[in-house]
T-cell receptor
Framework: AQSVTQPDIHITVSEGASLELRCNYSYGATPYLFWYVQSPGQGLQLLLKYFSGDTLVQGIKGFEAEFKRSQSSFNLRKPSVHWSDAAEYFCAVGAGGTSYGKLTFGQGTILTVHP | EAQVTQNPRYLITVTGKKLTVTCSQNMNHEYMSWYRQDPGLGLRQIYYSMNVEVTDKGDVPEGYKVSRKEKRNFPLILESPSPNQTSLYFC???FGGGLADTQYFGPGTRLTVL
């Protein structure tokens, strides 16, 4: 069965600083990987996803993530954080395929941005 | 506007009092799903539905029921709620259910069972 670990429960950065959120997954085959963001009081919004091909994927809001098979990681990065990026971030791994895909979510990382 | 709606957004109830949380999507999606979110556990899938009259258990189905009589609606039923079902619930939908299909999430329903 697949699993996802987000080692950092809470991260605090200053506005304008760079950001990296860690995600490690466990899955026997080639994984489908996702990052979602949840702003306070809102549902989850998809930031980016990786299925195959280029291991560096670009997403919305200036985020990117890099798939590293050797490290079983899919870390999320942003070069310069804005105050509006304060939210909770979830990494997810998908198993299955074209007919039905099950998502397994990590525990989430809460991002606080200081002015 | 394409969206997933949930009602109510907040609910406080007592143990044993049956309740229903509604979920509706206006995107003609075939796949719908319910998750619960608990601190430190992320989101866990309760039930999902691949189409009308087709539902199946997720990871944590105990204490919940669902039905899918219409394509757009996927209500979550708690027939006898207990305090351990206090949680934040999300409904989601996608076009076909495959991993290539983006899941759209509703705004969430915060349930407290006393």
């Amino acid at each position: 069965a697949q699993s996802v670990t987000q080692p950092d429960i809470h991260i605090t950065v200053s506005e304008g600083a760079s950001l990296e959120l860690r995600c490690n997954y466990s899955y026997g085959a080639t994984p489908y990987l996702f990052w979602y963001v949840q702003s306070p009081g809102q549902g989850l919004q998809l930031l980016l996803k990786y299925f195959s091909g280029d291991t560096l994927v670009q997403g919305i809001k200036g985020f990117e993530a890099e798939f590293k098979r050797s490290q079983s990681s899919f870390n999320l990065r942003k070069p310069s954080v804005h105050w509006s990026d304060a939210a909770e971030y979830f990494c997810a791994v998908g198993a299955g395929g074209t007919s039905y895909g099950k998502l397994t979510f990590g525990q989430g990382t809460i991002l606080t941005v200081h002015p | 506007e394409a969206q997933v709606t949930q009602n109510p957004r907040y609910l406080i109830t007592v143990t044993g009092k049956k309740l229903t949380v509604t979920c509706s999507q206006n995107m003609n999606h075939e796949y719908m799903s319910w998750y619960r979110q608990d601190p430190g556990l992320g989101l866990r899938q309760i039930y999902y539905s691949m189409n009308v009259e087709v539902t199946d258990k997720g990871d944590v189905p105990e204490g919940y029921k669902v039905s899918r009589k219409e394509k757009r609606n996927f209500p979550l039923i708690l027939e006898s709620p207990s305090p351990n079902q206090t949680s934040l619930y999300f409904c989601a939908s996608s076009f076909g259910g495959g991993l290539a299909d983006t899941q759209y999430f509703g705004p969430g329903t915060r349930l407290t069972v006393l």
